[in-house]
Nanobody, 126 residues
Framework: QAQLVESGGGLVQPGGSLRLSCLASGRSFNNFAIGWFRQAPGKEREFVASIRYSGGGSFHANSVKGRFTISKDMAKSTVYLQMNSLRLEDTAVYYC???????????????????WGQGTQVTVSS
């Protein structure tokens, strides 16, 4: 059974950094994209970043470009989201998700992801 487990969330001041981790297990994720989405209170879930688990290609939302970086360590079956220069508006629950066979033009669509983690809270506050 496929499982995604997020970790690394917490409370950070504006301008600070956090690194989220997503441990993927239970099946092969070749030909999958592993993505990060977030949902703030009262708002819809939104795409943050995604990376092809095998092969190249990473994608970032415009709102986080230059601040967040997605990466992977296949030996550890883990995808990371390095978040720098955090802002108040980055406060949300962050979810890791896996979707198979996603082309670049659809990689931001949360409805196309098959597996989801339980989420980790990121709070940016002074």
């Amino acid at each position: 059974q496929a499982q995604l487990v997020e970790s690394g969330g917490g409370l950070v001041q504006p301008g600070g950094s956090l690194r989220l981790s997503c441990l993927a297990s239970g099946r092969s994720f070749n030909n999958f994209a592993i993505g990060w989405f977030r949902q703030a209170p009262g708002k819809e879930r939104e795409f943050v970043a995604s990376i092809r688990y095998s092969g190249g290609g990473s994608f970032h939302a415009n709102s986080v470009k230059g601040r967040f970086t997605i990466s992977k360590d296949m030996a550890k079956s883990t995808v990371y989201l390095q978040m720098n220069s955090l802002r108040l508006e980055d406060t949300a629950v962050y979810y890791c998700a896996a979707g198979s066979g996603l082309i670049a033009s659809r990689i931001h669509r949360d409805d196309l992801y098959d597996y989801w983690g339980q989420g980790t809270q990121v709070t940016v506050s002074s």
